[in-house]
């Protein structure tokens, strides 16, 4: 006798009906869990920052934020993000429409040379690029002799993020077009429509949403990038350093208020983010819902 396939959603809903067959003390002692989880590790240390931070006032509060040091720093870091996240994007759409789109030798090898950032420790690689560009590196003495400084300047640290920052674009991207495939591109295509045309009217309106959620992926991890970072900044006061490296020498100097209330600065990032990061979510899912 053959099988009769189910629709789709019968077959979720009695997927769903065996799994809610645990009993009840499972189903609550897995939700006080992850509560506990939640309260642990992203509530009370938000919590803990903000007190902190707030601990001698407002008044110390906003002069630790407008102190010059702490301004410098904020700037860094804007400027890193603004150079890295853009770089990132143009490589991450070219890098993703390339390999979800296209078969071509070295295939494999890109993606995994895109994967290698998530492989490599964040120190790791600083170290590489003291190791090419530093005094004492390969291409130091040309540098040097050409007098092009980026270890312990402000390219070395942009060098460093966009390296850290560089896989977020076009992973998000990669697995997006791929479900995608390459139909409507191709009746693009027979239509008249150039290469370029489909690329700008097809291909990159079916992935704005997953595009705009590697950004804000990539431009979290910009800001708070600290490993490779602290390794090419030379941790120069008001020159080198970014927002992380900042709140460590407030720290390490005692000053917790202070570097408890610059740290509130990447906090806020963090929760705006995560905002962000959900509602992108959610159309991403409808918008997976509407196409099927």
């Known amino acids: 006798m053959s099988s009769i396939a189910l629709p789709s959603s019968i077959s979720r809903t009695r997927t769903a009906s065996r799994t809610n067959r645990e009993p009840a003390l499972v189903r609550w002692l897995l939700i006080a ?4 989880f939640l309260f642990g590790f992203l509530f009370l240390p938000l919590t803990v920052v903000f007190t902190q931070a707030l601990g001698k006032g407002w008044a110390a509060y906003g002069a630790a934020l407008i102190e010059p040091n702490a301004l410098s720093a904020m700037w860094l870091t804007v400027l890193a993000a603004a150079i890295a996240v853009p770089l990132n994007l143009v490589f991450g759409i070219a890098a993703a429409w390339a390999i979800a ?3 071509f030798p070295g295939k494999s090898l890109l993606m995994t040379l895109i994967d290698l950032p998530f492989s490599v420790s964040p120190v790791v690689s600083g170290l ?7 005094l004492q590196g390969w291409l130091g003495p040309w540098l040097q002799e050409h007098d092009i400084k980026l270890i312990f300047a402000v390219p070395g640290i942009v060098l460093a993020t966009i390296f850290v920052t560089f896989p977020f674009v076009a992973r998000e991207l990669v697995p997006l077009m791929q479900a995608q495939g390459t139909e409507e591109e191709e009746a693009a295509i027979v239509l008249g429509a150039s290469g370029w045309q489909a690329f700008w009217r097809v291909t990159l309106p079916n992935v704005k949403w997953g595009l705009l959620y590697g950004v804000i992926l990539c431009n979290a991890r910009a800001m708070g990038e600290f490993g490779a970072v602290s390794v090419v900044s030379g941790h120069i006061r008001g020159m080198t350093n970014t927002i992380p490296l900042h709140v460590e020498i407030l720290y390490n100097e005692y000053n917790s208020a202070a570097a408890f209330a610059v740290a509130s600065v990447l906090a806020l990032l963090a929760l705006v983010t995560l905002a962000a990061k959900s509602i992108l979510e959610w159309r991403i ?3 997976t819902v509407d196409r099927w």
């Not at 869990?33 to 506990?36: G, K, P, V």
């Not at 590489?128 to 530093?134: A, S």
């Open 285 to 287: 899912k409808q918008q």
């Open 128 to 134: 590489i690029y003291v190791l090419l560009f530093g």
């Open 33 to 36: 869990l992850a509560l506990a």
């Open 101 to 103: 789109k296209f078969e």
